[in-house]
Every structure is written in structure tokens, then in C-alpha cells.
């Protein structure tokens, strides 16, 4: 990692959060359009304005005449990136790479008149920009290698998976995300630990074995996180990387129409409000995985919020706009959590509200977010549970306040299971783990609980 | 886990015997598997002590080290499990049938069908447990860089003709049981373990006598209390019962037993070495014989209890019907023996020490690939699985109420008909989710299109799902007869895939790409060095 100066601490007044920012833009579109080295890197905290760049190198490539490829990880972002490009430029040339499956990209492209979809990387040659996952560009054979590249969410893509693009471009700008959920892969693995290119490594950490002396760039604002957020999301996942709100502690509120009923919901909601986080803690339990008290717990929480006819206020907008459904999200460790509480919050009238796991929230932001804590109820602490992209996804996709609905005792349980990953030889090790990040949050949530027995 | 897996634990755990988890078995099994039972010695990584091995359950061919530190008696074992295990392998190699493959043409580059050899069997190697399998490993990596003499005169310590060769096809071995599914080496603990669940923690299981015997427990009788004897019992001299699978020794066996045995050895060679006259030397050859035989009654009395119970969990297996798709899966088995048969005749080099990028890419993608085809067949294959897939929210099971016929859109409409189907299972779905049924052994798709309206939504335990029908139903308008689900007709769908796709084509190695390091060094390997160790 390059120590790029973290914000000076002395002198937090004199932090400007859009002119550090786009200092950090304007070396990174330099490093890209004038530097020498093949690829340059840049780590993004969650909300850091990451599409947002991709989307003006892109038009900055596309001007100066470079033809450009870009390779996302999933459907839902290429596809995104796309809109980006054609609502900042609707003139620019635009192709979008697809499957042959049925409904293959978002219908919305097609009112779109610059954008060109194919399925075939031929029909797309010539224009400015080609856009595509990763898993479609490595099946691209016989075309002239483009001169340009971009790789977005490059920490999420899995070395072997840039093995198969890589031979496509001279030169690429990778971004991501450091911090989220790593690669998996679900077969054995174990026997590359330690080599430069391990196929289940990330494409990242390949990319700079090989090539230490590449530029590394990185954002150091998040504009989505509140000022109470973004210290302990920092702290926690980003320790020697520290990044700053783009808004100030006054800046955004969240206020609620209804009063209080007094009820543990309700109090979690106004802590939440107030601070920025709450944590339900319901008295100490082992459970099943959907856990149907903690389950109906995130249920009402987010009934409450709906229903007490929140407001927020943030640099957005002038007006305070309405806390809708559509700005609410839960976020959960499994599936099968997701989905009891899809059917729990179905059983108390509420649709619209997104569920899902940390794997399908990257990437999304809501104004108010309600987790369902991964030690929940647990008697132990495995790998997965402790994965620190698992829990920074979860507790970083708010611009207002988060609640954390969670059993009493992660704290004992931590203490009763402490990382005993196995040290591989050659492999860097991955600070903070797991075990660290969920120990600090822990620690922040603690000061916002509010004991409530159901 | 899933949670028919975790019943089958508690009942276990509650009963003390064994329950099933499958009801067919899942692994090919060989007609004339080789067992290989080896032992190490402790205090030196890989140094065979011993190993029973062969075909026949009742004679099995005892193999000795009596001084594990000695390298020419090491590499007099070497030499005796080459040929053992060599000719074995070997019977294997020239029954072939012709079978096609796709293979890229080099001058025009198209894909197209070329006839091959593709091996009739393949061989089928057994070792008691996991750490086997790593042992097989281990003496792969350790012998097929060796030099002979005929490879190279001036090798200091020239390796019998054929143990290189034996290392290469150990190493086949050791790598091909990292591909899910793969039954070219096996180890009997997760054979059992697969189809059978015990009340003991995945550690517990490495131990083939207590697991055998929560699997073997008579009716009425404890199993876990058999096991808990099986894994402690001692005799009156402070012995295992029960030896342990190995390839590691029981500590009280290797102080008590081995050491003293392994002392009077040496003791008898440097006294034979010392002998001065033929009267004495013979004598001497006498003791040194005696110290020998005793070394190999030890061996054989802690290999034994293993390979016979090795053999039995070869019986509770057989107990089981075979598995449909565990056939598919042995064919890839005699493929990759195939082709590493033809890499063999073709002179190629030993398996280099590390893989490349592309090589390590190729790999993980064939085991993600037989991973996903591995827990699609066996769900196809096992009511027991799929109903463990069901309770997951992967697959459902239910009764076609309704078929309604409908078109698809376009010039010339291809049917597309609506299929109503009562469940009790909640799978997770989304609108637009493809689901599939299998229609005469291949996937037919159909996609999740609503919850049908009167019939709740899943959510309380009962929901009629609406789904279209997408393929396999001909070319014709009307669809060709049984190709569609009729009322009262019972079906499995699973939201998981049936066959999996092949992934994209790979750069060639010399073509890694710059993010990758670039091409790989082409220089062939060199053996490897001689070191202190070699010759302690």
C-alpha cells in the first residue's frame, strides 16, 4: 500500500473534503492518461465517489481518442455503468457486450440511442467505450487488443478471472474496494497459497505481486457515510488507510414525525437518529440461524421506521425528504436469513424494502439500514462470520443511521474464539482481521445498545 | 451441512449407531481396488516405515523398512511398491475403447471431433484415511525428480529404475483427488463419512476403527461406545487396541515396541558388519534375520487391523446400490488416467514442482466446475440429498395441478406453456428464476413466473407456483408428447443447474499476461539437490 498522507488530524478545520478529493481525481486521470506504467491502482472506501470516477476516466479516455474497455464484475454494474455514461454524455458511443441468455441487460439501454448491444465483441469495435463482466470478456477471442482498460471492482474479481481478460488490453486502471468481501472460491485452493498468481486471490494482489512498482492511488472521502459513521468504519476496516466524511456532523439529520412509543424498537430508532447507530440487543441466546425473534425484531424496526413518517435532511437536497421504503434496506450474513425476514416484514405489510445478503448490498446505498448482526445467536465464530468484508458492506451502505439488531454476548463469544486462521507461507496478511474489525465495532455499537426483551 | 445432515448427526449422537446420508453411493468403486496401508516413521517428514499393499483382502504384500533412516533400505521399499503398484497401473493401460473428444484443429483452429483412446478401467487406489492421501503426496513429490542411473551416470545416489515413474504416477494420484467427485485415490474415512453420519466431530471421523464402528454397531449395541474403545482401549502392556489408520504410529507403540526392535536391528548389522570369520558371520546373518522378522511382525500387526478394516468399510459400502451419475463421474477418472498414460509415453518431464498461472487457473476452475457437478448429481441421484437441497430453499417437490398452454412471442410462436405446481417446500425464489427438472436424464428449464393466486405465497408452508416452460419440448408447434408436465404429475425442480457450462479458454502458458508475471521460466527442472539430509 502507498502511505498516501492521511488527513492531517491537527488541523481537522482546514480539511476541505472536495478539493482533497479532487486532488486525488486529478493525480489519478494523470497517472492514467500521461504516466508510463502499464496499470495504475486505486482503493476506494465504501461511497468514495469510485462510479463517479470511472465514469469521467472513461470520457476523459474516450476524448483524447483511446479506445477503452471496461470490465465489471457483475450484470447489475455494467449495466449501471452504462446509464452513468449516457447521462453525463449522451453523445458518447457506448457498447455494451452481452450474453446470449434471455434478458441479458437492462431494458432501460434500449431508449438509450448511442449505446450498441451485441453479443458478439466485433460488432462493438470502433466505438468509444465497450463496456461488459468479466466473465463475458474472457470468452472475447480474435479482436485487436484495445489500448485502454478499466477494471472495476477489481478487489471483488479473482486472479484467474483477470488471466482471462488481461491479454484484451495494454493498459488498465483498476478500481475497488479493499475493504469488502474477498474472491471465494468453492473448490480446494490451498496448494497456490503463497504463489504471486494463487487463482483465488484477488486480481489485485496479483496484479501489484508482479508489478510492485505500479502507482497506487486512493480516495480519501466518502460522501455517502455520515460524519458518524465514517471515524469507526475507518478505524475498524481501513486502519492504515484512514478516510474521511465528505459531510460535516451537522450536516445530515433524520427526524421523525411520530413520537417514541416507548417500545425497544422505537428507542433503538431515536438512538440510531440521534447518533447515527443503535444496537437492539436481545437478551443472550443460541439459535438457529433465522433466529425468529431476532428476525421479527428487524422486522419491526423497519415497520417503525416507516411508519413514523421520517424525514431526512442532508446536502442533497433543499427540501427534507420523506423516509420511503425504497430508501431502507436489511442487510443479513445468509440467504435463508434474508429470507425470513423478506417473509417476516411480508407478514406486517411491508414491501419495497430491500433484503439481502452483504455479497448482493456491495456496491448499494440506502439512507437507513438494519443489519442482522453475523454472531447473532451464535455458539461460534467461524471464518465466514468473521470475515471482515462481510460486516464492512453491512455497516457501510448508510447515509443516515444504521441499527444492528443482535443477541446479548458477541463480545464473550469473541473472546471464546480467537483467529486461528493458519499462517500460509508467502501470503501477506490481511490487517485488520476479522476478529479486529468485529472487536472495534462491537466496542462503538456497545455505547448505542438498547436491551430490549421481545 | 444441511439440515437433513445435521438430523442425521443428532439422531446418531442420540441412538449411538450410525445414520445413513445417503441412500446410494456416491464414489465409483473398483472391482479390484489396490489398498494401500503405509506407516511413516516419526521424527523424519515421509520416511516409510512400512505399508501393507495389494488387491487380494487375504494376501496382502507386506512391505518393511526395518532402519526407516537407512536411504538404501528406503529406496529398497521404493523399488518394491513400484513394483506393486507400477504393474497395477500398468494393467490398466491397454484396454481402450475409442471415444471422441474436441480438440482445437492447429491449422485451422476450428473445434472439431477427433477419435482418441479413452481407457476401458482405470486403476483405483485406497488408503485408509486423509493423511494418506497426503502420504501419497508426499512420496510423489519425493521420487519423481530422483535420477536413475541410467538417467544420469554420475548421480551420487542413483534411485531404482523405476521409482521416478512411480513418483509421477503418485502424483497423478495425489493431484486428481483434489477434483471433487474424483475416485482415483480415496480415503476410506471419507468414503464412510460421506455416506454415513456419526455422532463424532469431522476431526473424530479421520479415525477409521471408531468410525467403523458407530457404522458396524449391531442392533442394540452402543456404537459410540465402541468407538470411545476403538480410538482408547490399551492392553496390559499400554497398547492401542485398535492401531490407528496411520500413516502415523501410536507414540507407546514406536517407544515401547519399535525402538528397542529397530536398536537390536542395527545392533545385529554392526555386529554382522564386524564379523570376522564365516562361522560368525553366519551366525550373526541369523540374529541379524531374527531382529528383522521381528520389525516386520510389528509392522504387519499394526498395518493389519487397518487393512482389514479398510476392507470391511469396502463391504458397508457395497451394501449400497451405485449411484447413476457416479459413472459419468469415473469416466473424467479415466480420462485424466488416459491422458496422464499418454504424457507418460510421450517422454513429457515429471509434474513440475509448482504450477504455473495458467496451469493453477485451469486446475481450480475443473474442481469449481466439478464441484457444482458433483452436488448437482448427487442431489439428482439421492431422494436424501435433494431432500436436503429442498430444505435449503434449492429445490422443491410438488404436484402439477394445472397446464395451461401458451405461446411465446415472435414470428413463429413456440409453445411455452404454464405449469402450476403445489409445494410444501419454500424455495427462495425471484420472478424470472429458471428452474429445471430432469426429462429423460437431460435438464428441461422452466422459468418461476408468479405464485398462482389461491394458492398462498410459500410463506406459510403451501404455495402453488406458476412456471413456463422454456425447452426440450421439440421444434414443432405443438410440443412433442410427454415433453410436458401434465396434471397429478409429481416432480422435483431445482433452482441449481444440471450440467455445468465450460468455462472461457484460458491464455497459453507462454502467453501469461503481464499481470500475471508474464511467460514462465521454459527451462526444464532439475532434479532436485542432494542434501545433508539425503545422506544422514
Known amino acids: 500500500m502507498t502511505p498516501a498522507p492521511p488527513a492531517s488530524p491537527a488541523a481537522p478545520a482546514a480539511f476541505d473534503p472536495a478539493a482533497a478529493a479532487a486532488r486525488a481525481t486529478d493525480a489519478i486521470l494523470r497517472d492514467t492518461l500521461h504516466g508510463t506504467h502499464r496499470g495504475v491502482v486505486v482503493d476506494s472506501p465504501p461511497g468514495a465517489g469510485k462510479s463517479t470516477l470511472v465514469v469521467r476516466a472513461a470520457r476523459e479516455l474516450a476524448a483524447a481518442g483511446r479506445p477503452l474497455m471496461v470490465v465489471a464484475q457483475t450484470n447489475a454494474q455494467v449495466d449501471d455503468l452504462v446509464l452513468r455514461l449516457a447521462e453525463k454524455d449522451p453523445e458518447l458511443p457506448v457498447g455494451r457486450l452481452h450474453s446470449s441468455d434471455s434478458d441479458p441487460y437492462d431494458k432501460a439501454l434500449d431508449a438509450l440511442a448511442n449505446v450498441r448491444k451485441s453479443t458478439k465483441a466485433a460488432d462493438l469495435a470502433g466505438l468509444d467505450v465497450v463496456v461488459s463482466t468479466a466473465a463475458k470478456w474472457a470468452h472475447v ?49 490451498e496448494q497456490w497459497a503463497g504463489l504471486a498468481y494463487d487463482p483465488s486471490a484477488s486480481a489485485v494482489s496479483t496484479l501489484l505481486a508482479h508489478n510492485p512498482e505500479l502507482p497506487q492511488h486512493r480516495l480519501p472521502v466518502s460522501w455517502r457515510l455520515p460524519a458518524s459513521a465514517a471515524p469507526l468504519v475507518s478505524d475498524a476496516f481501513y486502519p492504515f488507510t484512514p478516510f474521511r466524511s465528505g459531510t460535516g456532523p451537522g450536516d445530515r439529520a433524520l427526524d421523525f414525525g411520530v413520537p417514541s412509543d416507548g417500545s425497544g424498537p422505537d428507542r433503538v430508532i431515536d438512538e440510531a437518529a440521534a447518533t447515527g447507530w443503535g444496537l437492539l440487543e436481545l437478551p443472550a441466546r443460541h439459535t438457529p440461524r433465522t433466529d425468529p425473534e431476532a428476525v421479527r425484531a428487524v422486522a419491526l424496526v423497519v415497520r417503525r421506521l416507516l411508519d413514523r413518517g421520517g424525514v431526512t435532511t442532508s446536502e442533497r437536497s433543499a427540501e427534507p425528504a420523506p423516509l420511503t421504503a425504497d430508501r431502507v434496506a436489511v442487510g443479513t450474513a445468509h440467504r435463508d436469513q434474508a429470507a425470513a425476514v423478506r417473509a417476516a416484514l411480508a407478514g406486517l405489510g411491508v414491501v419495497d424494502v430491500t433484503v439481502d445478503t452483504a455479497n448482493r448490498l456491495q456496491g448499494r446505498e440506502y439512507d437507513v439500514t438494519v443489519v442482522l448482526h453475523p454472531l447473532s445467536g451464535r455458539p461460534d465464530a467461524t471464518a465466514f462470520h468473521l470475515e471482515t468484508g462481510r460486516l464492512c458492506v453491512l455497516a457501510s451502505r448508510h447515509r443516515h443511521a444504521c441499527v444492528v439488531v443482535c443477541r446479548a454476548g458477541v463480545d464473550a463469544l469473541l473472546d471464546d474464539h480467537p483467529d486461528t486462521e493458519p499462517v500460509q507461507l508467502g501470503v501477506t496478511v490481511k490487517f485488520p482481521d476479522g476478529w479486529d474489525a468485529m472487536m472495534t465495532t462491537w466496542d462503538h455499537l456497545s455505547a448505542h445498545r438498547v436491551p430490549w426483551r421481545p | 451441512m444441511t439440515l437433513t445432515d445435521d438430523l442425521a448427526r443428532l439422531e446418531a449422537t442420540a441412538t449411538g449407531r450410525a445414520r445413513p446420508r445417503a441412500t446410494v453411493r456416491h464414489r465409483h468403486l473398483s472391482e479390484r481396488p489396490l489398498v494401500f496401508v503405509p506407516l511413516t516413521t516419526a521424527g523424519e517428514a515421509g520416511a516409510p516405515l512400512g505399508a501393507l499393499i495389494g488387491t487380494e483382502r487375504t494376501s496382502p504384500r507386506l512391505l518393511v523398512v526395518p532402519q526407516p533412516r537407512d536411504r538404501d533400505l528406503r529406496f529398497a521399499f521404493l523399488a518394491q511398491l513400484a513394483d506393486t503398484v507400477l504393474p497395477y497401473v500398468e494393467s490398466y493401460a491397454d484396454d481402450v475403447e475409442a471415444a471422441e473428444r474436441t480438440e482445437t484443429d492447429p491449422e485451422t483452429g476450428k473445434r472439431v471431433k477427433v477419435e482418441v483412446d479413452l481407457c476401458a478401467d482405470a486403476p483405483q487406489l485406497i488408503v485408509p484415511s486423509r493423511a494418506g492421501i497426503e502420504f501419497v503426496r508426499l512420496l510423489g513429490r519425493s521420487t519423481r525428480f530422483r535420477r536413475t542411473a541410467e538417467q544420469d551416470p554420475d548421480t551420487p545416489h542413483p534411485a531404482p529404475p523405476r521409482v521416478p515413474l512411480l513418483g509421477r504416477w503418485l502424483t497423478h494420484f495425489g493431484e486428481r483427488a483434489r477434483v471433487p467427485g474424483s475416485a482415483l485415490l480415496l480415503a476410506m474415512t471419507d468414503l464412510l463419512s460421506r455416506h454415513w453420519a456419526t455422532g463424532q466431530s469431522s476431526l473424530e471421523e479421520q479415525h477409521l476403527g471408531a468410525l467403523l464402528a458407530w457404522i458396524e454397531a449391531p442392533a442394540g449395541g452402543s456404537g459410540a461406545e465402541a468407538a470411545l474403545r476403538a ?162 430453499g434449492e429445490a422443491f417437490a410438488g404436484e402439477v395441478t394445472q397446464v395451461v398452454m401458451a405461446y411465446g412471442e415472435g414470428r413463429s410462436p413456440r409453445p411455452r406453456p404454464l405449469v402450476t405446481v403445489r409445494t410444501a417446500d419454500r424455495p427462495h425464489l425471484d420472478e424470472g428464476v429458471k428452474v429445471y427438472r430432469s426429462l429423460g436424464g437431460k435438464p428441461q428449464a422452466a422459468q418461476f413466473v408468479t405464485y398462482a393466486a389461491d394458492g398462498g405465497d410459500g410463506r406459510d408452508g403451501g404455495a402453488a407456483l406458476v412456471l413456463r416452460i422454456l425447452d426440450k419440448m421439440g421444434r414443432g408447434k405443438e410440443p412433442e408428447p410427454g415433453s410436458v408436465p401434465e396434471a397429478g404429475d409429481r416432480l422435483c425442480w431445482t433452482l441449481f443447474e444440471h450440467e455445468q457450462r465450460g468455462g472461457p479458454k484460458l491464455p497459453d502458458p507462454e502467453d501469461t499476461p503481464w499481470t500475471h508475471g508474464g511467460p514462465p521460466d521454459a527451462t526444464a527442472e532439475s532434479p532436485d539437490p542432494v542434501t545433508a539430509e539425503d545422506t544422514l
Request: proline share 7%; charged share 30%.
Open chain 1, 141 to 189: 477471442r480474435g479482436v485487436e487488443p484495445w489500448g485502454h482498460a478499466i477494471v472495476d471492482e477489481a478487489y471483488q474479481m479473482r486472479s484467474d478471472g483477470l488471466l482471462a481478460v488481461a491479454g484484451l488490453f495494454e493498459r488498465a486502471l483498476f478500481v475497488g474496494d479493499p475493504g469488502q468481501l474477498d474472491p471465494f472460491a468453492i473448490a480446494e485452493a
Open chain 2, 231 to 392: 480410538e482408547l482401549a490399551r492392553d496390559a502392556a499400554g497398547q492401542l487396541l485398535c492401531p490407528p489408520a496411520g500413516p502415523a504410529t501410536d507414540p507407546a507403540f514406536d517407544n515401547d515396541l519399535l525402538a528397542p526392535a529397530v536398536e537390536r536391528y542395527d545392533r545385529a548389522r554392526t555386529a554382522l558388519a564386524a564379523a570376522e570369520d564365516g562361522l560368525a558371520a553366519d551366525a550373526r546373518l541369523a540374529e541379524l534375520t531374527a531382529a528383522e522378522r521381528e520389525i516386520r511382525a510389528l509392522v504387519e500387526s499394526r498395518t493389519r487391523p487397518t487393512w482389514d478394516a479398510v476392507w470391511r468399510g469396502l463391504d458397508a459400502l457395497c451394501t449400497l446400490p451405485a449411484a447413476e451419475r457416479a459413472e459419468d463421474r469415473w469416466r473424467s477418472d479415466r480420462w485424466s488416467f488416459t491422458a496422464h498414460r499418454d504424457r507418460v509415453a510421450a517422454g513429457e518431464p515429471p509434474q513440475p514442482r509448482r504450477d504455473d498461472a495458467v496451469t493453477a487457473a485451469q486446475k481450480l476452475a475443473t474442481r469449481e466446475r466439478e464441484q457444482a457437478r458433483l452436488d448437482a448429481q448427487e442431489a439428482l441421484d439421492d431422494p436424501l440429498v435433494m431432500a436436503g437441497r429442498r430444505l435449503r
